[in-house]
Every structure is written in C-alpha cells, then in structure tokens.
C-alpha cells in the first residue's frame, strides 16, 4: 500500500494481530510494516502513519543509505562529517602561506585550511585529524581503565584497518583504527575495554566476555551502535 504525506510517499504493509497496540517497523531493506491491533480501521492506520511520519522517513533513508553502503564524499562546503557520534559540517579556506594544512572546530563546524582547494588534500587533513583524535581519545580511556587490570599495554598504536577496530596481540600491544574518534565516546571506551580484557584473555571465551561485562556492563548497547553505524564512518 501507498501513502502520500507532506509530499512524500512510503510503501508499507499492514499485518493485523492480537494486540492492542500499535507497532511501526522498518526492516534492513527499507520496507514499513504498521502491526495492528484486529479490527482496526484504515483511518487509524493512516493516523498512525502521520503521527510518526517523521521518524519513519528517517529510519527509511538509514535503512536505504546503509544497503547502498559508505558514499563518497563530495567535499564541499556543509558536507557533514561524523565525530563522537555527531554529524558537523565542514568549511574549508585556502592559504597559500601556510606550512602545513590544519583542521580544527570553530563553533559547530569542522575549519580545514588547505594549501591548495583539492579533494584530496582535504581528505588527507581530515584523516590526520581523526588520527590524532584518535589517539588522544584512546590513551585518555586505556588510563582511566587501567585501574581494572594488573597489565599494562606495551604500545598503542592507530591503524587504518578494513576489518577491525581494535587488536591486542600476544605482547599486549594494542592497535586502534582510526575511525572510532567517529563513534560516541562511550562505544570508544568500549573498544578499549574489550581489547585491554585481550591482554589478559586473548580469545573471546566465556571468562573474557565475563570480564568484559564487569567492567562494562552495558556493552552489548555499544556493540549494537557499532554494527548499525560502521557503513557511514568514513571520509
């Protein structure tokens, strides 16, 4: 079925059940299901809708945009980027005279000055920047952690990994990739946990998970936000 509103349409389904509530999904594909209650008119269901309109829109487009995967940036002016969890807009400027090109927050807005206006020097900024970021967020959460564990990490090191957002090898040297200064503060400090509880179980048994869980007992939620987000960390 079909429904237009505020000059936007959707394609949902209804199922109706036992219930005596309302339920609005969106599965991975984008597709909307309304769940209601038996014996339910299609003005109600149609009120529902409206009701809800707004977050339906955007839970459509999330699920749309993360099938089609991470897209490329046009580094323009008010392309937004993400950092600790919020999405800032950039602005760049070009200064001939600089020594090397910067990044930094002024306000609400991300400031990249640049010797020369190119896409790539852009991008390269911004992953220094993130890099750097990075790191410091990463040192700052191993040393208030640290405190739960009788080891200590060798080195730590910022990687630009495809596959992995953090690793502790068999020497307690601990490796963190650069995106998670995108990710909330709470979901970086939980990859720190998780790899600093390698330090001491390096597979994912059941005493690591027990571990893990004890010092951070909500870690399953920053999980969650990893394995909805990841598709749009990227520059």
């Known amino acids: 079925m079909l429904h237009t509103y505020l000059d936007e349409t959707i394609r949902y389904e209804i199922k109706y059940k036992n219930r005596t509530s309302f339920g609005i999904t969106v599965d991975s594909y984008g597709n909307v299901e309304v769940q209601a209650p038996k014996g339910t008119s299609d003005s109600q269901v149609i009120q529902i809708l409206e009701t809800n309109w707004n977050l339906i829109q955007a839970k459509v487009k999330e699920m749309t945009d993360r099938l089609n995967g991470p897209q490329r940036k046009a580094y323009e002016h008010g392309e937004r980027f993400l950092y600790l969890g919020r999405d800032y807009p950039i602005q760049f400027f070009q ?12 306000g609400d807005e991300l400031h990249i000055q640049v010797k020369q206006l190119e896409d790539e020097r852009i991008k390269q900024a911004l992953k220094r920047f993130y890099y750097k970021q990075c790191k410091a967020l990463v040192e700052k959460s191993i040393s208030n952690y640290q405190s739960s564990f009788n080891t200590k990490p060798r080195s730590i090191r910022i ?13 307690q040297q601990l490796t963190f990739n650069w995106k998670l200064a995108m990710a909330p503060l709470e979901v970086i400090k939980y990859v720190v946990v998780h790899e600093m509880c390698h330090m ?26 990893l394995a909805a987000s990841s598709w749009k960390m990227t520059v």
């Open 159 to 171: 990687s630009d990994s495809k596959t992995t957002w953090g690793t502790c090898d068999s020497r």
């Open 200 to 225: 001491v179980h390096l597979n994912h048994d059941r005493s690591f998970w027990r571990l893990v869980g004890k010092i951070m007992p909500d870690y399953k939620e920053k999980e969650k936000w």
């Open 95 to 106: 200064d001939e005279q600089i020594e090397k090109d910067t990044v930094e927050f002024k």
